[in-house]
Structures are given as C-alpha cells and as structure tokens.
C-alpha cells in the first residue's frame, strides 16, 4: 500500500460553490482547481506523516507554515470519517486540509506548496478567460 500526501493548491477565489455541499469538496474538485504532484511516494519514504512540514509561497513569500500535526483533523480520523460514507480503494487521495495561513491568490500569481519528503509543486493562477483560451 501506498501513502498519498499530495502537494496541492488550490484557487481561493472560486467562491461561487462556497458553503454549498461541503464546499471544500465542490470547490476543490472543479477542473484546474487541484493540482496533484509533484508525485506520489511509497509510505515507506515517509518514517511519520503525523509530523511533515508543509509549506506555502505566494510570489515568493512564505504566507503558510504548519506540519501534518498541525491539522484539525488527524490522517486516521479522516480515514475512518471518510470510510463511514464511502470506500476507499488503494491509490484514492484524501486532501487532509491546510496549516493556517489562507490567503486569496489572484491571475497572475505563482503558488509553490512543499511537503517534507514528497517534494515542491509550482503552480501559476490564470484566469478563467485564459484557461478557456487554452481549449480552443
């Protein structure tokens, strides 16, 4: 079995799903709003996910710094939550949450999020006009 723990960001700026169904879930899933990665490493590569550092930059200024630790809610809690409604099969990722520190990110921005042992994840904003430009 593997351990998922995700590098990801997402645009704080998507609030028109807000406070709907669980709005962490509708916002975070919509498309272009969860980047992944940088990869996904073996539970063996990490001697404690209660305890990695988590880091956020914002064009270069450090806005969010916490640990796995630091998490309202622990990995196993969420696991066992997240199995009362749903099953989950090996290769599923949870997004366990944030260290404090949210801030919005606008068109233009560049988001770097780091998490001890699994690596950085460098992302750009754009605007919804400009992803669309990008389909056509």
């Not at 630790?69 to 809690?77: G, H, K, M, R, T």
């Not at 749903?86 to 988001?111: F, H, N, R, W, Y």
């Amino acid at each position: 079995m593997s351990l998922a723990i995700p590098c990801a960001t997402t645009t704080r700026s998507a609030t028109i799903w807000k406070n709907y169904y669980r709005p962490n879930l509708r916002v975070k899933s919509r498309d272009t709003l969860t980047p992944i990665g940088p990869w996904i490493v073996a539970k063996e590569a990490i001697p404690d996910p209660h305890n990695l550092a988590l880091r956020t930059w914002v064009n270069g200024e450090l806005r969010q710094q916490g640990t796995t630790a630091d998490l309202i809610f622990s990995i196993p809690f969420l696991i066992a939550y997240l199995s009362e409604f749903m099953t989950l099969q090996p290769g599923d990722m949870i997004a366990t949450g944030t260290p404090k520190g949210l801030s919005d990110v606008v068109p233009g921005d560049e988001v770097i999020v780091e998490v001890e042992g699994v690596g950085r994840l460098v992302n750009h904003i754009i605007s919804q006009q400009a992803y669309e430009e990008t389909l056509s």
